[in-house]
């Protein structure tokens, strides 16, 4: 089992840029962390964290392969976020997105994709316990 955390803090660069954080655990200890600068200007914390879910999927994606060539298949992939409106968008696409959520671009959607395949499952985590939260504060 996969567990990974994915956190991001909205426009706290001085070029009102945000910052993702995110780890991938299989249960004690972090076996990858990543702090990272977003490459481009969002317009809400919630689009935010959907860059944020799209930056760093791609690590679960390869580590999710690369165990499986290796023979071992995984019984499940949880991926945690802590903004509830986020996990909205990502399982359900852009269908029901209302005109103020409509300049989300769909390439940030793949997640959806990932979600339907069943190769991931995304969950609720409260801020408090974040794991990820850490990640986002930029030095």
């Known amino acids: 089992m996969i567990n990974e955390w994915v956190d991001a803090a909205y426009a706290v660069h001085?070029?009102?840029r945000s910052h993702t954080g995110g780890c991938?655990?299989?249960g004690l200890g972090t076996l990858h962390a990543r702090s990272t600068k977003q490459k481009l200007n969002t317009k809400s914390s919630t689009e935010a964290e959907i860059v944020g879910m799209s930056d760093y999927l791609l690590f679960n994606i390869w580590l999710r392969m690369f165990l499986e060539e290796q023979g071992h298949f995984l019984t499940k992939n949880i991926v945690y976020q802590d903004n509830q409106s986020a996990?909205?968008?990502?399982?359900?696409g852009r269908n029901p997105c209302t005109g103020n959520s409509r300049h989300v671009d769909i390439r940030y959607f793949f997640v959806k994709d990932r979600?339907?395949?069943d190769e991931i499952?995304?969950?609720y985590c409260p801020t408090d316990?974040?794991?990820a939260d850490f990640l986002t504060k930029p030095l």
């Open 24 to 26: 991938i655990s299989f």
């Open 121 to 123: 499952s995304v969950e």
């Open 87 to 92: 996990i909205k968008m990502e399982r359900n």
């Open 14 to 16: 001085p070029n009102m």
């Open 115 to 117: 979600i339907d395949k």
């Open 129 to 131: 316990i974040m794991l």
